[in-house]
């Protein structure tokens, strides 16, 4: 069985879960899910990322230690994962002795190898904020914004990693891979981005000043900084379990592509000895009236507001369905009901009914036996469109674009739905002409075969409603994926429920 190590970015725990962390894991999750489906053995791996300036004085601010306040964030991130059906097979936390461990012999050995040094940091100190500050951060008029207090250049002793001198190598490794970046054209601005000369990475702070970082193995006055310690856990999630190195995809989102995971950590990898991940697969941001959705910008959604109100599978089909994978997605109310009523109510919603209440009222409830001698064009049009949906649903999750992958599943349920205004099963019933008698299972039948079929797709988005379907049909899925995905008569004598609701009318909008 082939090995597939999957993860997403870790989360910062300096502020709660929203929508943007919630879409990475459950887009992760999907992937995960597809690729157990096709029969890969998935690790899949998430976590939190708790050290750093900012933990430090949030927990200061409530009068608590650093680890109980990040302990309590970290919890909620866990929370979340459950709360949105999340299969990871581990979480880490950068907390956590097993990572602290490996962070401090990674840096070990590179300093073993002349790959760090000390030297002079030289730079714009806010003391009132207690953080470096860069060129990004003042005002157009070269100002200071006034969050930022006093500012003053301050010289300090610090820990640098010779990124510069594998500059030419990492040009040449991208070059030489193309696909390391998904979608393509963000590996483009990477070598755009390396077209100037690199600098070489400050990895650490004075312990005086910063106290909450994992200590230098090499120098116990000094703690490692953000990339150092974040990027290293996933490695150290994996570092005992033999064949899983390197990963098969990081699942990141567009802000921490370059340089973190572009430059920094193949470089780091590479210095060490170790493979670089595979590939990187790169998210757009989940907007609102076009800005980045985020706890600073005060526009953050909470995504469990909307799974409590909706149920978690339709929460984790909005988001496939509406994010083209690598582009940004403004959230909108509006766009999430439409999706749910049209999509998921009318289409899926109505035909399981439909379903499940004609097998009731015109076959007492068991699937018939399909007549092969009354199958006609339609039935067979089903079946061919079948052949290519699966066929198409498949190829484009394997590319990742799994928004168009559900589109052409509702196409298909629409195809069902339209099969049965079509054949009119309360029509056959009371028909006495004389095709009617196959007729009536055949399409009773070839619908509640093409549901099965349908309900079986979805999986990897909605795992709960696939069940939820599949145990109203009165069916137990095959073992294996692929047998499932085939069209026959699995179904034949099956024991339906009356009905089931899927996905109830929301509540009208409290104003
Ligand atoms: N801790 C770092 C990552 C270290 S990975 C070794 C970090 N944390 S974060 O909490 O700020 O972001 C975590 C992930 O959520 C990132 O991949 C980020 O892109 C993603 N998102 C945060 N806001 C987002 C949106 N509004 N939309 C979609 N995803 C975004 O960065």
Redesign the pocket.
Known sequence: MKSFYLT?????VN?SP????A??KVLADVIARFRRLMGDQVFFLTGT?EHGQKVQQSARARGIAPQQFADEVSAEFRALCTKLHISNDDFIRTTEERHKRVVRDLLQRLFDKGEIYRAEYRGFYSTRQEQFLQEKDRNPDGSWPEIFGEVTEILEPNYFFKLRGYQDWLVDFLKKNESFIFPRYRQKQVLEFLTEPLNDLCISRPRERLEWGIPLPFDENFVTYV?FD??V??YSAVVDKPGLWPADFH??????LVP??AVYWPIMLHAAGLPPPRALLV?????QRGA???KSTGN?LNPLDLVTEFGVDAFRYFLVREMNVGQDSDFTREQFLVRYNSELANNLGNLVNRTLNMTTRFAGGVVPAPVDSAEEEPERALKELWKTTHTEFIQLCEGFQFHLALERLMVFLTAINGHIELRAPWKLAKSTEPGAAALLPTVLATMAEALRLGAALLQPVMPSTTEKIQAALGHAPAAAWRDELEWGTRLTGAKVSPGLVLFPRPEPEKK
Do not use: C, F
């Open positions: 997403t970015a870790i989360d910062y502020g929203h929508l943007g962390h879409y990475e990322d990339w974040a990027l856990n996933y699942v990141i989102g567009k802000d921490i973190p995971h998210h757009g941001w989940w907007t980045k959705m985020s953050a």
